[in-house]
């Protein structure tokens, strides 16, 4: 069976993960995914890649003595009553490691004589993950190695190793349950197997996001979705999930903002790339937004950097973030602008575009913004925080996180 884009569609129940197999070409597929959102499954869609046949061996062999970062944590780490729990790690949980591919191999195989650093976490007791490294950095000698990816057969021609990440572990190493803000995400499996579990956008208050440990374009579930405390997280237990296995030779396709938790069930090798939508201008917006909030407020609380940052987030002073803001803003203005002069005002009378400018002006006045400047302040950021559109809902938020829901009287 075959529907209206060309796709041989299969259903998968368990998962409830449409499978896959391309019938049209590259271009059509392409745009296809670019407005496609619900999770796909492409079987055998990377068999003539040269990363296809690629071991964990191979890739030790390859980079000889190349160092990387591991990150590894206890499966029976203590909670903190004491008690012993299976969870899923975030990364400020975990413990990290340099180390080279051969001696990962040979922690993998139990010769902790031969594993370097890593002989000190005991294999039984821990899993292991170099996960999310750059292709362009972790092989930037190895040039070969980047050209054996190939987006192009789902119409990216212009993306390869130079534009994906590389995701190497040991059995059990996971990803936390999270969401990203950015883009949409293709995902190759290239060596043992993995499982995914995600949830539609419109399950995101059910997993009780966090921004707590903070990484840019990462929104994290509080939840433990592989064992969740139902008493502290109710509503997850009315979160629609679905559930897939890649093997060997699968594609994902993760549409933009979908939560995922990631588990390897075998030593495991994927590579993917993120696809950048133009959506994204106004996401950095307010990516910028939050990190200078949180920032903010972190810092001025004296928390500890490492109980709040991702390990892989880089903090900068409140005049980085600010300076980051201003550039998120100019993308989008100078994207809107590229629009106006391809298509200015074409939907609008000539009374509307009257009005419209009128309304510019008068945002102009009141706000200050608009106009032509070099920066944005943090007077500007303030009087745009306190207005009453903004403090009115993050009022109501914090009263009902205090158990206040009726609040009439308050007159909000």
Not at 70 to 89: E, N, P
Not at 120 to 147: T, V
Not at 193 to 208: A, S
Not at 324 to 339: F, G, P, S
Request: net charge negative; aromatic share 10%.
């Amino acid at each position: 069976m075959a529907d209206n884009n060309g796709f041989e569609v299969t259903k998968h129940h368990r998962s409830k993960v449409e499978k896959l197999h391309v019938l049209s070409d590259p271009v059509n597929l392409r745009s296809h995914l670019l407005k496609r959102s619900e999770p796909a499954v492409f079987h055998g869609a990377i068999s003539n890649w040269a990363c296809a046949k690629w071991t964990p061996e191979f890739l030790a062999a390859e980079l000889g003595g190349h160092k990387t970062k591991f990150r590894l944590f206890s499966r029976s780490k203590l909670a903190k009553d004491g008690s012993s729990c299976r969870r899923a790690a975030m990364e400020t949980d975990c413990e990290f490691e340099i180390a080279t591919f051969g001696e990962f191999i040979q922690w993998l195989n139990g010769c902790m004589e031969q594993s370097g650093h890593l002989a000190r976490f005991e294999r039984n007791f821990y899993w292991c993950y170099a996960d999310y490294k750059y292709m362009a950095e972790l092989f930037h000698d190895f040039p070969h190695l980047r050209q054996s990816v190939n987006w192009g057969s789902f119409g990216f021609p212009e993306r390869s190793g130079n534009e994906s990440t590389i995701w190497i572990g040991s059995k059990e190493a996971s990803t936390p349950c999270h969401m990203d803000t950015y883009g949409c995400n293709l995902v190759a499996q290239i060596y043992g197997r993995k499982k995914w579990i995600l949830f539609p956008p419109i399950e995101t208050p059910k997993l009780y996001p966090t921004r707590i440990p903070y990484e840019e374009s990462s929104v994290f579930s509080q939840v433990d979705v592989t064992n969740p405390d139902l008493s502290k997280f109710p509503s997850f237990a009315e979160a629609s999930q679905y559930e897939v296995i890649l093997e060997p030779g699968d594609v994902l396709f993760v549409p933009k903002k979908w939560w995922h938790y990631v588990e390897t069930l075998d030593t495991s090798i994927s590579v993917n790339t993120w696809i950048e939508l133009e959506s994204d201008h106004i996401e950095r917006v307010r990516e910028a937004l939050i990190r200078t909030l949180v920032c903010a407020l972190k810092k001025q609380e004296g928390a500890n950097e490492k109980a709040w940052v991702n390990p892989t987030e880089q903090i900068g002073t409140h005049e980085h973030n600010m300076e980051y803001l201003y550039k998120a803003l100019n993308a989008v203005k100078q994207t809107e602008a590229k629009k106006d002069v391809l298509h200015p005002d074409k939907h609008s009378s000539g009374d509307e575009r009257i009005m419209n400018d009128e309304r510019r002006r008068k945002d102009e006045r009141q706000f200050g913004y608009g106009q032509e400047r070099n920066n944005i302040s943090t007077d500007d950021l303030i009087n745009c925080l306190t207005t009453s559109d903004v403090i009115d809902p993050l009022t109501i938020l914090l009263l009902s996180k205090c158990g206040i829901t009726e609040i009439s009287e308050f007159h909000l």
